[in-house]
Each structure stands twice: as structure tokens, then as C-alpha cells.
């Protein structure tokens, strides 16, 4: 009988433990506007910056060439 209470709390224990996981992963999912308008931005801000860093590079590439095009 030791045995059955033994593999039913391992049991127990395994369940609890993949529904704690499973809840804390899906906390991301339950995000609020906020998050979405923090995300937006982020995203906004990383374009700028590439696109600048884009023009930089051409501005750069330009002033190195000499005037016989090579």
C-alpha cells in the first residue's frame, strides 16, 4: 500500500509542477495594451535606427569613392 501512496504523490507532484510551468509560460500571452504599445515602439526605434545606420554606411561609401568612379 506504501507503494500505490508513493507513485500517486509522485504523481501529484509531476502534475502540479507541469501545470505551474504551463501557467507561468502562458503569462506572456495574457499581456496588456500597454505591452503591445511598449512592443510598437521598441520595434519603431529599432527601424529608425537601421534605417539611419543604412544611410550612414551609403554616405560613407560615397565620400570614399574618388572622382574617377573606383
Do not use: K, P
Amino acid at each position: 500500500m506504501t507503494t500505490v501512496w508513493v507513485v500517486l504523490g509522485i504523481f501529484v507532484v509531476v502534475g502540479g509542477a507541469a501545470f505551474g510551468v504551463v501557467a507561468w509560460r502562458d503569462r506572456g500571452r495574457l499581456s496588456s495594451a500597454d505591452d503591445d504599445a511598449a512592443a510598437r515602439a521598441a520595434r519603431a526605434n529599432q527601424q529608425r535606427y537601421e534605417a539611419e545606420r543604412h544611410a550612414e554606411q551609403g554616405d560613407t561609401w560615397l565620400r570614399g569613392r574618388d572622382a574617377s568612379g573606383g
